[in-house]
């Protein structure tokens, strides 16, 4: 007869215990550092959009005024008021003119070509109405965008 004392089974199950524990906090371990690290990443990637953004924004502050001037007059009763964009440049000018009006929600955009120290107009003739609150802005890669609301009169 072979004699078993209970003993013998107690250090092995034991050790299979503390064995799955060491696993259980591995695991925990590795989950909360994998955790860390997605939280790491989305703030390196928060951290070089700010980066994007205010190198962007320098860049754009070291640019010069944009040399056009506007002014509104009246081409006629039929036509309404137009906008006059007048360069002070020595060379013609490329501007993209965006122009909205918020109160009727009309917006049209506009690829203009100012001659040296000229002028062009936009208005009703070119399909937008010059019109109290309207907005125009002006871009041109050279230079700072210039913005203007249309006065009451």
Sequence with gaps: MIVT????AGPW?????????GC?????????????SEALERDV???????AEAREATKQAEKRELPVTL????????????????SDFP?????VAMCSTPRTGQRKRYNLVIPARGEVEIGREDGW???AGSRIVLYNA????????????
Aim: charged share 25%; net charge positive.
């Design 45 to 51: 990637a928060a951290a070089k959009a700010e980066v």
């Design 24 to 36: 259980l906090a591995a695991v925990w371990w590795g989950h909360s550092q994998w955790r860390r």
């Design 13 to 21: 199950k034991r050790a299979a215990l503390l064995f799955a524990l």
């Design 5 to 8: 004392h209970k003993d013998e």
């Design 91 to 95: 060379r013609s000018l490329e501007l």
């Design 142 to 153: 050279a230079f700072r965008p210039a913005e203007y609301v249309v006065p009451d009169s």
């Design 71 to 86: 002014s509104y007059s009246m081409a006629s009763p039929e036509v309404g008021r137009v906008a006059v964009l007048k």
């Design 129 to 131: 109405s010059v019109v």
